[in-house]
Structures are given as structure tokens and as C-alpha cells.
């Protein structure tokens, strides 16, 4: 009331209601027009900008970063790499799984593969997404000095490493690929980009004195010149790796994308072990015996389409089960098929003896060279290896082209003759350098 | 980056303080104006009092309608029993306006002290009611020129068996599109107002009550068709029976002083407010069924082969359990129980309610439960000043049933196979035939339910100093938030490890919360002057929103035994989340609409804006319109057999929609790096130069009335589009980023024609018979993709240049060659010899596996439409029709599909000689859609009921004033062409997207409700 006797007082003193009312209408759109451009701010508490996370105290964030995206969609490529090259066949109502488990992929109209996540079986994209954050990540720390950053060259290492092997991937899985929006590439020149930061790798591991990266890096660097067709410099690295050596890329129950996929999509009924490694044997003294190292068992049940039998395989007996990214195991193969000969028998008989099979002997050299291919699929089975040995090495296709897609159920088509997947339109269509 | 960085921390804290200091200085600049000028009003002034009643024709009530005293301010509404009462009246006598929605406005003379009685005769036009959607403040249907949409939802209410908000709007309407794609109880419908505007954001109308903007949010619940589509929808939690009228905004001419987020039309609620005078109680009281309309005739017979001899058996599941007396769909039932009281004095006027309903579907596992609560206060201190406060509350629980991509009973029973009877042995299966689990398994494997609690609330205040300005300030809000779970719970149980596997021996348990506020404040002034024959009318105002979603979610699997539900119980994966996306617009308006005596009418009005989404490089938009109304019929020349009313209008505007939150900056989001480990990937590459998308549109049109109003036509034409439309073009991968980037660059146009008439072929003392047509359609085309010529926004679904938006596309399978022998599709080298359409170039019919995808179809309505008649007979019987039509669109038969081209269990997978070649070649393959995707248009009897008003001596006996009683139906018979299940049925959004895609998704359930009402 006070307040309205002194308002009359100065109302009556001073203004007039159309004064007052003049001020008011002149006022608001003076106010409204300064509050256009402020108090707009909005609040992203499960964001950060880019330019706010590209700092030097970030730097091993930003490293760890890269390698858990690699890891992510490295086990999504297993999946579908296992499935386009028969280990693994597609058991769900799906549509969408289908085609790269025909070998007839569709670079427009099948999305799966090219732009989902690494949690659904995505890979052209997770892939790029770790390349991408590994090759970035490196960039910044060249950047940056050691006083900036602790253990510099130990992230060097680690970014240049991971950024290698997603080349491999994107070099094997893919028929071409782009980097950082430039041009198509052929399989060849990915590799050879590989192998490029493998050597950043070694030198910067050399320096930090990291051995497991180092190591890593010889393995990836004799794989890129494998795939190139380098075998001596193939042979030469991989000679270089310590028994026992494994580095695997970590899995964890949870979140979904820490699991293993390989596992999960099997278990989950999703997937079922192809027709040819649901019995392999091993010749022995007294007959077949299981071969130990493509073991699976006959879960009893369908698919979830609920007409595809359902095998499951157990090399990786759960969601946390990690899955070889390189190992001395990989490393050896590599000598055996550069070598051949008794070496590559030595070494095939070694990988068998460490999983309780009979040993191999023979002299000829066809028969050697067979083995080694052979011990290639069945000792990696599930690492992600055997499509592009099915491309470079020219290998019958599995099941065989032309045969009707999926007996037991109408999923429709026929096998393809696909070895590699086609690069996807998302690429073609959106790179200035391509097309886009 | 100024004011649209939502970064770092810092920024945050500034931009807090800004707006707070906005709101203080807007508030107090406010309080101030109101304390300089309150003493200029008048004390609440002292005289006489006017009461009476308001009827219709028919002696009946009229609820809501307004009495305003001639050349005062002095002004009330009539109650539940038509009642006013108007106080303070100088003199002894005073001349009454009243107006209400759908009647002519009548004049009376009253007279202090004693009863006045005015009855009200219908129009079919009517340009002098109110309005008060898209306009500054409240004005007269004639001054505008554009069309708004009114919808007497209290009539309707009355009389029709409305069991949501979205029924109360369907067929009521023309140009607002409902497609009610589910029958789970608690489910909601896609709503369109002339067709789709965006390519990539919302198609959904904004919503207001009372004047502030709420919720619109549609599927937000658990995803109980999976796929990423849900179900329930916040335009549930709107009580119709607490709904005086609506107001529809259809597009962008009429909706820019709605500015930005208001491209897709603008829906009005106005709730019911007290009256002067005594308590007034209203009650209703409505019992029903709901039920699966002939379900064993529906639902289709399967085939496969029997297990024993290889002998290809037909199985027709809903029938074979039918005729064993237990129908796998059960009758729900429904109850709802609504009390309101409203009164008050001439300076205190109150509306009080509450409602409580428990809504049961036809699986056990879906019902629905609620509460609500509404108080409308008005306080007049002064005759300058009115305080207006709005609040509601609805709580309660939605218990949701599986279907479409997550299974059921609707999944096990379309599907059901022979196969599943037995195994080759002979021994009977635990499927029984169903396609997977039996559905009492389905019934206690998975619940799904949302809680939602939800507070709307408005202040509102106006202030009238002076004959010729008015301002008002209003602050709204709407806090809602929704507690959603999922449970797959551990059963120890052979029979369920057979039919869920993991779901059933470890089990699982998702649940999460969507917490959303909405915060807005508006103020505005009207400056009006008079010139002779001329009056100019000056408006302004500024508008402040706020949106923020936080969701909060957790996860986690293997219950160590049966009886733990808890997610402290899981043993594994457990995952937690949380995420909010906050949005801000400022807007500022101005309008100037000037009038020649009372009949020629221009307005020109413009906003600006700026929204926390747009881009750094965007600084602000704005949105212009103009528009033109001529009363013909009132010009001293008009002379036109027949026509005693006509008025022309047209209109333009713009109006926009704001891009999705953060799609404008680059960022990264936490992730969980290796061995667990924190880690970031990258998530958004972001575009700094992403704008609104801007919705344009002309509308010319009439209204006109005929025979003296007895019939009447409003007849719009608009056409318009949207610029600068946003797209979702995707990243090429080797940049590093996932995703799309959201950038302006397409175009739509659209075009379209209303019609609504309206007519009362018949009027006399017994007998009235009243009855509407309302008829639209809608073309929409893509003009423009930013260089390319389509983006595929889902399976089948194309965007394409010259096409119209969001249309099927397919493979059109035409021919086949057939092997005599089997009757199946031949095949030469490997390669069925299935032939398909060869496009827009024409030619012979080429090889399916080279063939182009072609133009199949809309998936949207591109007409639509309803006839109403309510024919009121013997005083005190009437009997409302619904029936509504929808057309011009196709709708994928995913049932087909599954069963068909998947799970091969039509008749044309093994008698595949009894079908065409076309046929047999469709369903040879899963890569063929042209056979699923067919006409949906269909006619449905949608509402009839009959009602009673009981004598008033009976209506005494219960003690109250008025009673009356109504039987109804809904659902009642469906007219169609469409080979499906249920025209209407469609998964709701999600991964299936823009397209109509009906696929294990319950029909729309046929009920019967009984309703009783009384007044006190």
C-alpha cells in the first residue's frame, strides 16, 4: 500500500498514463532487440567441443580415446568380415544383415555396414572414426612439445599405432577407401600409408622404450607389407617379435560397446558358426581328432530368425573375452608363408603342439603351401584375417557363389563374389574429392 | 560463437545471469507499470446485478457462453447449467451481448434484479466470435484473414464418445491429419496440419494451453514396438472433459507471431473457466469396453508344413481359439469418473476438477490409470486489472503391451505357424502353433509401463489503464516427468527358456526417466485508436521460451533367480546414462492492423528471432506477414441472392522451425575407452552456418453463410513451402565423424484446399438436424535437395526432387516366369526371372536384380475428411455420426511382409499356380516391397451416440438440476480397399520413420461406452 500511495504521488506529480505507456512501448522493443543477441546460452552437460578438448592436458585422453575406438570397431569387423568370408553365417529375420553376409553388398541401399556404429555392425565408419581420432591425435601431439605433454613420444607410438591398424582394416575389408576426405585409394596405397605410421610407431616406441607397442607395430608392419605383397620386409619384421607376445584389444560387459562382439551376436543367436568350421578335424595317427582351435559346439536351438541351426563358437568364451589384434602367433604364420619349407612346417607344428594337435609333415612344397594357408584360417579363425587372405590369396569362395542365400530360410539372392567390401555411397557421395 | 557457444562452463554461468537479469528487468518493468497506473482505475465499481440462463434452441444450457455488458467492461460466461451473473451494472436496465463458439451472437435487454432468458440459434458462420490464437490478443473471426479452426470441444464432449485429446480433434477439423497408428491403450496418434513441412525435424504441431506453450512431445515411452518407436504420447494427459474449445493455427500465414518452432500449424487448448455465480457442479461418470472386433475372421489363416508328413496344413489360431470359447484377445474395460465446480463473484472466479480413469486394452498386460486435477482462478482487483492462473496436474501409469518389432501376443498369434504344433515325432510343442511363445508366456515375460507426472501452470496478467491499451504479462510452465521401465524377469521354467532364452534364464531390466520443463514468459500491448471510419490497432510483444529434457537411464541384465526385479540386482552389464538437450528462443513482434468500419480489415505484422540452435554464423531471423479480410456482405452494395454473409480473406506469412539442439558445433561425448577406462569419441562435425528452416505460405479463402446462416461454407486455399529446409546429409567417414550434419539447403512446396460446411437442414420446436462435411487435401513436393536427387530417410522412404515428401519407393515387381512344373519363379544362370517396372523411361519390363527403384506411393494422407450429423428429436433425444475418411496415401503391409516374403506362410508361397505371375515373383524374395505397399485410404464409422436428457423430475430425485445419459460407440465399421489388417495401424516413428508401416501393430479398438452426466 505504501508502495502504491508513493506511485500515485509520482504519477501525479510527474507522468501522465500515456506518458507512461509511451515509455513502456518504446522501451520493449529497445529491451527485446539487446536480449536477441544474449542469454541464448544452452547447457550441454554430455558435450564437450572439440576445440575445448584439443588441449595439451588432454593429450592422453585423446590417445586413449583413439585406441578404445579402434578396439570398438575392430570387433565389429571380426562379426562382419567373419560373416562375408563363411565364418560366421546370419541367423536373424533381418533384412539389413543380409547382404554382406551374401556377398552382395549394395554401396547405397545397405547402410549396416557403412554407417552404423560399431555396436551394430557398423565398420567403414567406426573404422574411419579411429583412424580419424588416431591420426589426430597424433597430428597434435607433433605438434606439441614434450614439456607440454609427459610421455610424448610413449603417445606418439601408441596414436601412430593405432592409426596403422586402421588402415589395415579399412586396406583389407575395404575394395578402396578415403583418408581425411581425399581421394579414392586403392587397397595398396592404404597400406602403404599403414605401413608409414607402423614405422612412426617403431621409432617412437624405440624412444619411449615401450616394448608391447613396439612389438605391435612390427606385427602390423609385417602385415601391411604381406598385404602388399612384401614378403621379405614382412618376414624381416615379424621376426623381429618375442615369443609369447599378444596384444589384444580389451573387452568389458559393459557398456554394449566394450563387449565382445564376436561373442556377444553369436550367443545372442544373431549369428551362427558357418557350415564349414562347425566339425573341423585334425589329421592324426589314429584318425581325426577335433581341431582345438575352431572349437564349437552345437547349441541345439535356431537362430533367431528361428530356422538357422545355431553353432556357437567358444575361442572367446564371453563378453569380456579380448580379441588378438597382433600377436607372435600372427607373426610366425607370416615367416611360414614367406619361407615355406620345413620352417613353415616347424612353425606350423609349434602352433599345433601349443593347442594338443598332431603334428604335420610333408615335403611338398603345394602341400606346405596349403597348410600354411590353412593354419592361417584355422589358428586366426575370428581375428579378423581370413577375408583378405580369401582376396590375396585368391581362395575358394565360402559357401560358393551362385548358391542360393540361406536354404532355411527366404532371405532371397544368391551368394555374390564379393571379396571386399564396396566403398559406401556416404563416402562417394560426401566427399569433395570423390564425388560429394 | 557469442551467445550460441554452449560452452565452457564460465559461458554458462554468464548466460544464467543474463537471462535472469532479463527476466527481472521484464518483471519488474512490469510491476512498475502495473503500480504507476493501478490508482488510475477505477475502485471495483458498485450498482446492480444481472443474472439469467443461456439455451439453445432446443431449451437446453449452454455451457461457456460469453455475456458481456454494451459499453462496459462488465462481462461474465454462462456455467455447466447455461447460468450468468453479472454485477456492478449501473442503471436499471443494460443491453447483453452473447457470444458463444457455433452460435449466431445474440443481443438482450435486461433488467436489474430480475431473470433475463436468451436463447441462442446456431450458426454455420460466424464472424463474430472470438479468437485468440495467432493474434497479440483476442480479436473477431472478421478481422482475420486467415482460416483458424474452432472446435466447440465442450459440445463435443457432451455428446461424443471422446476418449483422448487427439479423438476430440479427428475429423473436427479440416487440414489437421490424425493417423492413429496403435490400439494399445494409452497410445497416441501422429498428428499432421497440411501435410509434412521438414525433411529432417519435427512434423508435429506445437501445443498451447491457455496460452502457453506445453509439451508436444509424441512417443516417448518405453519402445514397445521396438525399433526405436514408442508409443505414449504427452497429448494423453490432456483431459478433453476439461477442455472449453480448441484453436487451430494451420500454417505459416497465420502462425508467425509464433515465430520459430511454429512451421507445423499451432494447437490452442482453452480449458474451462468458472462463471460468476453460486457453485456450479458438474459430474460424469462413463463406463465401457474396449475390444478386438471380429479377431477370429480378422486375423488371417497361416500355412506351413505339418511337421509329421511334410503335408503343406492351414492354421487359423484366433479361430481355432475362439471356437475353444477363449479368444487370444480379450475384452478391456474402461471407467472414468470426472467433478467440477466453478463460480465465483465479479471479482473471484474459480474452476475446480478432478478426474480419475482406468482404461483397459485387450492384452492383460495393457491398461491405463490416472489422475488429474485442474483450478482455473481469475481475480479482477480493479476493472483494469485480471489475474488469470491456469494449473493442472495428471499423474498415473500406462502398462504398455509389446507388439510390432518387440513381439507379443500380436507378434506370436499373426505369425502362428503349423510347423509350431508338434515336432516330427509327433509330440506336441509349447508353442501350440502360436509363432513364438505362447501369449500368456508374452503377459508375464515382459512388462513395460510409464508413470508420468506432469504440472502445468500459467499466470497470467492483464492491465488495461486506458479504453485504448492494454498489456499482459504471462508466465507459463509445464513440468513433466516420466518414469519408464522395462522388465524381462528370470523364470525358472523350461517352457521359458524355450520360448525367451536369455530374456528368461537371466533377464533384464531397462528403465529410464525423461524429465521435461518448459518455461516461458510473454509480455505484450495492444495500443487501439479510432479515426473516424478508421480504427488502427498497434500491437508489440516479446516472447521468452525455454525447453529442457534431461533423461537419465540405467541398464542392467542377469538376475541371479526369480523374484529379483531390482536393477540393484543384476549381475551384469549395467550401464547408466544421462543426457538433457536444453533449447532457448527470444522473440520480439510487432503488429499494426487497421480496420474500415468494421468491415475491411489489413494487418501486417513482423518477428524477429533467435534461438540458442542456430548457428554462430546465424545471427537472427525474421519472419514477416500481411493479410487482408473484406465483410463483403456488409457493404451497402452487396446484393447476392441467398448469401446473407460473406467474407473474403487472405493472407501471407512466414513463420520457421529452429534446427535440432547442438547441431551446430563441433563436440565429442564421453565413452568408455579400454579396460574400462574414460575416453571421448567424436559424436557432431557440427555446421556454424545452420539457420532456421523457413515455412512460407499464402491462403486465400471465404467464409460465407447462406439461407440466413442455416447453411454456411469456409473455403480455404493455401499454398506455400519451406525453405531453407534442413537436411540430415550425411559425413563421409574419412573426415573422422560419424553421422550427419544438418545443413539449409532444400526445399518443399505444398498446396492444398479446406472445406468445411456446415447446415441445419432442419429446425423446428421437436426436431433439429444439424450436420457438417469438412473435406482438405494436401500436395506436397521436393523441390530442392542441395544437389542431389534423393535422401533415403528409412527403408522404402524417399526424399525426391519432383516427387512428393517422404513417398514410398520400391522395386515394382510386374511379371514373372513361371516353371510350369512348380509354379514357382524360373530361374536362368542363377537368376530368378522376376521382371520389374524400368522407370520413369519406360520400355520393356527388365530383370528385377537390374531394375530401378520407382515412385510407389504417399505415405501421407493426401486428403482426408469427416460428415458429422446430430439430429436432436422429442427435445430430449439426439443422436450424434462420426464418420471420417482418409485417402490418397499407401501403407506398407508388414504383416504381408513377414509372413510372406519372410516366414513363408501365405498361400502364395506353396499354391503359388492360383496367383499371378506378378505375385508369385513379389513374394520370391524379402528384396520386393510393390506387392506390401497398397492403397490404405478407408472410411470409418468412427462415433455414434444416442443421449438422453432425463426429465428434470428424475434429474431432481438425484438432487440435481439437469442429468442425462448417452450410449455410444466407436470404431464401428471400416469402409476400405487396404488388404491389411487395420488401414490406420502403423508402427509410431522410430527406425521405420516417415512412412505408414503396419506391421504386428494391434488395430483400433471398437468400444462402447456408457456415459452418465449430471448437473448441480
Redesign the interface.
Known sequence: MK??RI??R??RAT?T??Q??TI??L???V???N???????????????????EIPANAG??V??A???F?CALKSYVVDAAMASGEFMDAT?T??NWAFDRRDTDPTADTRY??N?CDVYGI???I??A???A??ALELLQGWTDAQVAGRQDLIAKAAAYAGYSRILLGEGFCE??????PKLTSNAVFASAETMFTTAITAAQAAGDQQILNMAYVGRARARLDQGNKAGAAADAALVPSGFVMN??S????????NRVQVFN???LVSVGATYRNMTVAGPSGPVPDTRVAVTNAG?NGSD?RTPLYIQTKYAN?TSPIPIASYKEAQLIIAEVQQGQTAVNIINALRAANGLPAFSSTDPTAIANEVTEARKRELFLEGQHLYDVRRLNLPLDPAA?IPYSTV??????YGTERCFPLPD??T???PN?G? | MDGQSFFPPSARTRATSKTRAFLKTTLALFALVLLLLAPVGAAQAQGGTISGVVLDRNQTPLENAQVTVRGTRLGSQTDANGRFRIAGVDGTTATLEIRRLGYKMTTATASVGTETRVSMEPASVSLDAVVITGQPGSTNKRTLGVDIAQIDASSVTAKAPINNFQNLINGRAPGVTILQNSGVIGSGATVRIRGVSSFSLSNTPLIYVDGVRVDNSQGTGPQNQSFGASTTTRWNDFNPDDIESIEIVKGAAAATLYGTEAANGVIQIITKKGAQGKPAWDMTVRGGTNEFANQDSRIWTNYGPDPVTGLIVPLNIAKREADAGNPIFKTGHMQSYDIGVGGGSQTFRYRVSGSFKKDGGVTPTNDLKNYGGRANFTLNPTDRIQIESNLAYVTGRTNLAPEAGYGGTTWTTYYATPTNLYNSAGVPLPNNGFYSALPTAYDKQYQMYQDINRFTGSVNVTHSPASWFSHHLTLGTDQGLEYNEELSAVHHDPNFSYFFGFDADSGYKSVFTRQNTFSSLTYGGTLKNAFSAITASTSYGVDFFRRNTSYVSAYGEDFPGPGLTALSSTTSARTGSETSVENNTVGVYGQEQLGFRDRMFLTGGLRADNNSSFGANFKRVYYPKVSASWVLSEEPFFRLPYVNTLKLRSAYGQTGQAPLPYSAVPYFTATTGPNGSAAVTPASRGNPDLGPERGYETELGFDAGFLNDRAGIEFTHFTGGTRNAILEQPVAPSSGYPGTQLVNAGKISKHGDEIMLRATPIANARTSWDVTFSTSTNHTKVVNLGGATFISPSANIRHTVGYPVGAWWGKKVVDATIDPVTGKVASVSGVAQVFCDPGPGGGAEVLCANAPLVFLGNTTPTSEGAFTSTISFWSNFSIYTLVDFKGGYKKLDGNRRVRCHLFIECRENYYPKEFSPAIVGAVSSSAYVSDLINDASYTKLREISLSYNLPASFATRLGAARASVSIAGRNLHTWTNYKGLEPEASFQGGARGFGQWEQDVTPQLRSFVGTLRLNF
Not at chain 1, 541464448?40 to 578438448?53: C, N, Q
Not at chain 1, 577407401?177 to 581425399?182: E, H, P, Q, R, T
Not at chain 1, 568389458?252 to 563387449?259: D, G, H, K, L, V
Open positions: 508502495l502504491t506511485a500515485r509520482m504519477t507522468m498514463t500515456g507512461i505507456i513502456l512501448v522501451s520493449t522493443p529491451l527485446s532487440c536480449l536477441l543477441d544474449k542469454g541464448l546460452e544452452a547447457t550441454a552437460p554430455d558435450k564437450i567441443e572439440t576445440s575445448t578438448l585422453l585423446i586413449n580415446s585406441i578404445g575406438n578396439e529375420a533384412a539389413a557403412a554407417t556404429g567403414y565408419t567406426p574411419q572414426v583412424r580419424g581420432t591420426d589426430r577407401a578415403a583418408i581425411n576426405l581425399g584389444a580389451s568389458e560387459n559393459a557398456p554394449t560397446i566394450r563387449q550367443q545372442s543367436r536351438q528361428n563378453s551362385g530360410y527366404l532371405k532371397g539372392g544368391n556416404v563416402e557421395l560426401n566427399n570423390i560429394g
